[in-house]
């Protein structure tokens, strides 16, 4: 009678080992990934290539802001076309204390998590009363008034911009050291992603996600769905104004131009690209676009016909042929592609 309950009670050998197959398949695009950019470092050191460290930095610190983006746009059907003004929070924060004498990156980080809690729980607010273009424009409407906002403020350069004079000072961490600075972004960013996904596989993320299939039906259910929405939108705008300090500390420099809406436009375009609702997409978004922009605007293959002068003068209408291409035969984006449609959520 044990051996019998025994055998009732225990799963198969082959479904438990097709069980393991399946998490392996999940969890093999996000760890080679991240396994390829572990190995930057060491590649441009041998190969004599420093650039690659910085080129590859701020492809991970536009996909952090994208994964931001990404918990609202892809879980939330929240089109916001003005997340990029909580880059420039972050940007001007580290700018703005550094012009002060202030050169503790705890506290740069300190405060401009702090401003952009502040400003997107008030931008929220008042966002989220409404929904589709209306949605989309109100939330065009404040980056531009913080864009204007950053312009207006001559004492802190204005439309010129901030330099910045030293990178934060972060204990036990030199960011002058290019190395040093690709391992704190690549942890943040690791950090980040594992973060999102316990955040998105919990019962938080599962209301998220219901909220923007079926809305009428999760109000009916009872989720006060204001203050879930709420909460994801404040989150996404504080991973992004952590992407703002470190590109802020990348470039030395808080521009404006980090708070227009073409860039807002670029991070939801790395979303869409790399593929919506999934952890990993925005930041193969990310690199898709950085890659094929540094790529195109140089072209450096020889082209017969004078068509690299072409491309190089007219970068951007190639690259809206390949996004029209992505959009139209890979819909789940270039990471679902890729990992297939069982690991999309990984």
Same mark, same amino acid.
């Given at each position: 009678?044990?051996?019998?309950?025994?055998?009732?009670?225990?799963?198969?050998?082959?479904?438990?080992?097709?069980?393991?197959?399946?998490?392996?398949? /999940?969890?093999?695009?996000?760890?080679?990934?991240?396994?390829?950019?572990?190995?930057?470092?060491?590649?441009?050191?041998?190969?004599?290539?420093?650039?690659?460290? =910085?080129?590859?930095?701020?492809?991970?610190?536009?996909?952090?802001?994208?994964?931001?983006?990404?918990?609202?746009?892809?879980?939330?059907?929240?089109?916001?076309?003005?997340?990029?003004?909580?880059?420039?929070?972050?940007?001007?924060?580290?700018?703005?204390?550094?012009? @002060?004498?202030?050169?503790?990156?705890?506290? @740069? &980080?300190?405060?401009?998590?702090?401003?952009?809690?502040?400003?997107? +729980?008030?931008?929220? +607010?008042?966002?989220?009363? *409404?929904?589709?273009?209306?949605?989309?424009?109100?939330?065009?409407?404040?980056?531009?008034?913080?864009?204007?906002?950053?312009?207006?403020?001559?004492?802190?350069?204005?439309?010129?911009?901030?330099?910045?004079?030293?990178?934060? /000072?972060?204990?036990?961490?030199? +960011?002058?050291?290019?190395?040093?600075?690709?391992?704190?972004?690549?942890?943040?960013?690791?950090?980040?992603?594992?973060?999102?996904?316990?955040? *998105?596989?919990?019962?938080?993320?599962?209301?998220?996600? =219901?909220?923007?299939?079926?809305?009428?039906?999760?109000?009916?259910?009872?989720?006060?769905?204001?203050?879930? /929405?709420?909460?994801?939108?404040?989150?996404?705008?504080?991973?992004?104004?952590?992407?703002?300090?470190?590109?802020?500390? &990348?470039?030395?420099?808080?521009?404006?131009?980090?708070?227009?809406?073409?860039?807002? =436009?670029? &991070?939801?375009?790395?979303?869409?690209?790399?593929?919506?609702?999934?952890?990993?997409?925005?930041?193969?978004?990310?690199?898709?676009?950085?890659? +094929?922009?540094?790529?195109?605007?140089?072209?450096?293959?020889?082209?017969?016909? =004078?068509?690299?002068?072409?491309?190089?003068?007219?970068?951007?209408?190639?690259?809206?042929?390949?996004?029209?291409?992505?959009?139209?035969?890979?819909?789940?984006?270039?990471?679902?592609?890729?990992?297939?449609?069982?690991? *999309?959520?990984?």
């Amino acid at each position: 009678m044990n051996s019998t309950l025994y055998a009732k009670d225990t799963p198969p050998y082959g479904a438990s080992a097709g069980a393991r197959g399946k998490a392996f398949r /999940r969890a093999a695009p996000a760890a080679a990934i991240f396994l390829a950019l572990c190995a930057v470092p060491a590649a441009a050191h041998l190969l004599g290539q420093p650039f690659w460290l =910085g080129l590859v930095a701020r492809i991970m610190i536009l996909g952090l802001a994208a994964v931001g983006l990404n918990l609202v746009l892809g879980y939330g059907g929240m089109v916001s076309l003005g997340h990029a003004m909580y880059l420039g929070i972050g940007a001007y924060s580290v700018g703005i204390l550094s012009a @002060h004498g202030v050169d503790s990156g705890l506290v @740069h &980080l300190a405060v401009a998590l702090a401003a952009g809690a502040a400003v997107a +729980l008030i931008v929220g +607010l008042v966002c989220l009363k *409404t929904s589709g273009m209306a949605f989309i424009m109100i939330t065009l409407a404040f980056a531009q008034m913080f864009y204007f906002l950053a312009i207006s403020l001559k004492q802190y350069g204005g439309d010129d911009g901030l330099t910045i004079a030293s990178h934060s /000072r972060v204990p036990g961490l030199s +960011l002058d050291d290019p190395y040093q600075f690709y391992l704190l972004v690549l942890a943040v960013l690791a950090i980040i992603c594992a973060l999102c996904k316990r955040l *998105t596989d919990s019962r938080f993320g599962l209301v998220l996600r =219901g909220s923007r299939q079926n809305p009428r039906r999760m109000r009916a259910l009872g989720f006060p769905l204001l203050r879930y /929405r709420l909460a994801a939108y404040v989150l996404s705008a504080m991973i992004v104004v952590m992407a703002g300090v470190l590109l802020a500390n &990348l470039a030395r420099f808080a521009s404006p131009s980090y708070m227009s809406w073409t860039l807002s =436009g670029d &991070l939801v375009l790395m979303c869409v690209l790399g593929g919506m609702a999934t952890l990993l997409g925005p930041i193969v978004g990310a690199a898709a676009f950085v890659l +094929l922009e540094e790529f195109l605007s140089g072209m450096p293959l020889d082209l017969p016909a =004078g068509a690299a002068d072409l491309i190089r003068t007219h970068w951007l209408g190639v690259f809206g042929v390949f996004v029209v291409a992505v959009v139209l035969f890979a819909r789940r984006g270039l990471y679902g592609a890729l990992a297939g449609r069982e690991d *999309t959520d990984g």
